[in-house]
């Protein structure tokens, strides 16, 4: 039996003379996949049949898009899809912005950053734009310096001064959650601390700043910038009633970004 909305939208379809367009959306655990389930239920009335397929981690939705298994990805920022095109070869392109999640840091073990000692032994991604977007917040935070000639990117190898003498374990984003009990503190994707029942604004000990350059973004590939679902899915996603579901659901974590 079709649900109500569907069954209404369908009518509405008929009543137009317009057939429902279906697409692939590929996204993250967490916060993307629950953003693009309210634009899928936003974007069924306009005729876009979204279906929402969750990735465990940051390589595969690019590769996927690539090979066209899905037809558009939302979970990921500019620096690293231009990282992953630079290293992979892929002609995606971005078509829209979607939300800003400052990185925040988690710990089992203490419960306020000053509280470090020396020794500590904090988990980073072991990707280089997301490792690289750790250890630069671990320098706002104060806590170390890296070499400003890395950019966005630097690695451990960049850090020019450590005076707590902190060292690293470069992990999966996705294993960071579950590997806090081995570790001191965590530098955590938003995304992957919701996945794993952590709130971001009551469980870390410290945020990423809210003014960084890491908007996540929608990628399509290249050649289908002009599509009419393109501009149907951006509709959706920019419309007010996503942007309140954000803003209700996330109580300032998730911060809209169009």
Do not use: C
């Amino acid at each position: 039996m079709l649900r109500l909305t569907t069954l209404t939208s369908v009518l509405a379809l008929m009543a137009t003379g317009l057939s429902a367009e279906e697409i692939k959306v590929g996204v993250s655990p967490g916060e993307h996949a629950e953003i693009m389930e309210e634009v899928a239920r936003v974007a069924e009335p306009m005729g876009l049949e979204i279906d929402v397929i969750e990735f465990s981690d940051y390589v595969v939705p690019n590769q996927a898009l690539a090979d066209g298994d899905i037809q558009a990805n939302s979970f990921q920022h500019v620096p690293y899809l231009e990282a992953q095109m630079k290293d992979r070869g892929f002609a995606l392109t971005v078509v829209g912005n979607t939300i800003t999640t400052p990185m925040g840091v988690y710990s089992d073990k203490v419960e306020d950053i000053a509280a470090l000692e020396e020794g500590a032994t904090f988990g980073i991604p072991n990707d280089p734009t997301n490792g690289g977007r750790a250890l630069l917040v671990l320098q706002e935070l104060g806590l170390i310096k890296v070499d400003p000639a890395a950019g966005l990117t630097p690695t451990v190898l960049d850090i020019t001064e450590n005076p707590k003498d902190l060292s690293f374990k470069e992990l999966d984003a996705a294993q960071l959650p579950r590997s806090l009990a081995d570790l001191t503190a965590a530098l955590i994707n938003t995304n992957y601390a919701i996945a794993s029942g952590l709130n971001p604004k009551e469980d870390s000990i410290a945020m990423e700043s809210a003014e960084n350059p890491y908007v996540n973004v929608i990628v399509v590939r290249e050649g289908d910038e002009e599509a009419a679902w393109v501009e149907t899915l951006l509709k959706a996603y920019h419309s007010d009633e996503v942007k309140t579901f954000i803003d209700e659901s996330y109580q300032g974590t998730v911060i809209t970004s169009w």
